[in-house]
């Protein structure tokens, strides 16, 4: 078994940054690819941000391309999401995501395990 916890979300104005983190624990040598889902009110989960075990590989959904980015630590079992130039369509709450594949998927029914997610929230 895995445990995710993420941390670093809150509220910012449109422009800002903010950094999450996402801390694994447990059986984190089955943990290969590493991702980040948000999910608004009213909204389907969707696929942020994918990583390789390694971090050679990344993925990124096109709203956020260019002003986030994905990294991992394996040393301290840590996901990171590096979110710039924030708007308020990015309001949402924020989950981290692992699953024992190796190559990065942005279905949500292929990740094996997922943090209870934290609140990122962006003003005008």
């Known amino acids: 078994q895995v445990q995710l916890v993420e941390s670093g979300g809150g509220l910012v104005q449109a422009g800002g940054s903010l950094r999450l983190s996402c801390a694994a624990s447990g059986r984190t040598r089955t943990m290969n690819v590493m991702g980040w889902f948000r999910q608004a009110p009213g909204k389907e989960r969707e696929f942020v941000a994918g990583?390789?075990?390694?971090?050679?590989?990344?993925s990124y959904a096109d709203s956020v391309k260019g002003r986030f980015t994905i990294s991992r630590d394996n040393a301290v079992n840590t996901v990171y999401l590096q979110m710039n130039s924030l708007k308020p369509e990015d309001t949402a709450v924020y989950y981290c995501?692992?699953?024992?594949?190796?190559?990065?998927?942005?279905?949500?029914?292929?990740?094996?395990?997922w943090g209870q997610g934290t609140q990122v929230t962006v003003s005008s």
């Open positions: 995501a692992a699953t024992e594949r190796y190559t990065i998927t942005v279905l949500t029914d292929l990740y094996d395990y």
């Open positions: 990583i390789s075990w390694s971090g050679a590989s990344t």
